[in-house]
Nanobody, 111 residues
Framework: VQLQASGGGLVQAGGSLRLSCVAS?????MAWFRQAPGNQRDLVAS???????NYADSVKGRFTISRDGAKNTIFLHMDSLKPDDTAVYYC?????????WGRGTLVTVSS
């Protein structure tokens, strides 16, 4: 399974961005993780193939994950961005018990 993420960039605090990720094969659950310099990679949001979403406390109410199952694509709509959201965002998918990772996309939020 290959995952291709896109949509990162530079945005001012309070702004919005939308990330997209396409999986080359069928995956059960998909998620976004992020990693800031010097920090570990943390879960941001996940969504099952049934559409059940889960969010990190730090992004609840600001970020929305959605999924187009027919296209094996997920989106992360990010509103009210903060400088603390600055990180490399990674798309991930699980298939047959194996987690696959895409290359990250950088999100930079300026104050």
């Amino acid at each position: 399974v290959q995952l291709q993420a896109s949509g990162g960039g530079l945005v001012q605090a309070g702004g919005s961005l939308r990330l997209s990720c396409v999986a080359s094969g069928t995956v059960v659950s998909m998620a976004w993780f992020r990693q800031a310099p010097g920090n570990q990679r943390d879960l941001v949001a996940s969504i099952t193939d049934g559409g059940i979403a889960n969010y990190a406390d730090s992004v609840k109410g600001r970020f929305t994950i959605s999924r187009d199952g027919a296209k094996n694509t997920i989106f992360l709509h990010m509103d009210s961005l903060k400088p603390d959201d600055t990180a490399v965002y990674y798309c991930s998918g699980v298939r047959l018990g194996t987690r696959y990772w895409g290359r990250g996309t950088l999100v930079t939020v300026s104050s």
